[in-house]
């Protein structure tokens, strides 16, 4: 998965508490993604970092907060989970290096009971 | 809003068919990328294809973009089991700021038969 880690790969939490996922690349690459997958909606875009400290929203942002403190590491906080959370997250890298091709993580699975 | 539509949703066909799916989108681009996703998978690249490009080849895949109707295919020859997975084209789009961000079709999912 290009040197690409999500953690954790699963996780069960409850309507209110908050949720952290993690995100580690060892590419060194600038572009970071946060995106999640649902049955009928394919792949949306949550959040993506071009930089340490630069963030932007995606198509579906709402109820989602980023961080990129270092180059290897994006982090996507839900602060207060829901059950329409309840999806399949991943994480992409891109490098100016690459061109325009993104490689993807191998997934987050999220339960919002 | 998507941007890319894959069409059709699912597909089915025999080993060593040809598999053929369509993406449309809606608004100008500079490329267009194929993906493939294998169940309970990330993504994988597997072409892109510029917006002055007609026809691109790689290994068994062929893809075509179509400018004037705002479309593509992706073309697998002789599938084989190996090839079953869901199939995404993306998207950039010029307004949005290049190819910074990429808008993914809903897949197809193709099945091929042993």
């Known amino acids: 998965d290009a040197g690409i880690t999500q953690s954790p790969r699963h996780k069960v939490t409850e309507t209110g508490t908050p949720v952290t996922l993690r995100c580690h690349q060892t590419?060194?690459?600038?572009?970071m993604y946060w995106y999640r997958q649902d049955p009928g909606h394919g792949l949306r875009l949550i959040h993506y970092?071009?930089?340490?400290?630069?963030?932007d929203k995606g198509e579906v942002s709402d109820g989602y907060s980023v961080s990129r403190s270092k180059t290897e590491d994006f982090l996507l906080t839900l602060e207060s989970a829901t059950s329409s959370q309840t999806s399949v997250y991943f994480c992409?890298?891109?490098?100016?290096?690459?061109?325009?091709?993104?490689?993807f993580g191998p997934g987050t699975r999220l339960t919002v009971l | 809003s998507q941007q890319g539509e894959e069409d059709p949703q699912a597909l089915s066909i025999q080993e060593g068919e040809n598999a053929t799916m369509n993406c449309s989108y809606k608004?100008?681009?500079?490329?267009l990328q194929w993906y493939r996703q294998n169940s309970g998978r990330g993504l994988v690249h597997l072409i892109l294809?510029?917006?002055?490009?007609r026809e691109k080849h790689s290994g068994r895949l062929r893809v075509t973009l179509d400018t004037s109707k705002k479309s593509s295919s992706l073309l697998i020859t002789a599938s084989r089991a190996a090839d079953t997975a869901s199939y995404f084209c993306?998207?950039?789009?010029?307004?949005?700021?290049?190819?910074?961000?990429?808008?993914f079709g809903k897949g197809t999912k193709l099945t091929v038969n042993p």
């Open positions: 608004t100008s681009i500079n490329n």
């Open positions: 993306a998207t950039d789009a010029i307004r949005e700021g290049g190819s910074e961000k990429l808008v």
């Open positions: 590419e060194n690459h600038r572009y």
């Open positions: 294809i510029r917006s002055n490009e």
């Open positions: 992409a890298i891109r490098g100016l290096e690459t061109g325009d091709e993104q490689f």
């Open positions: 970092s071009y930089g340490v400290k630069d963030t």
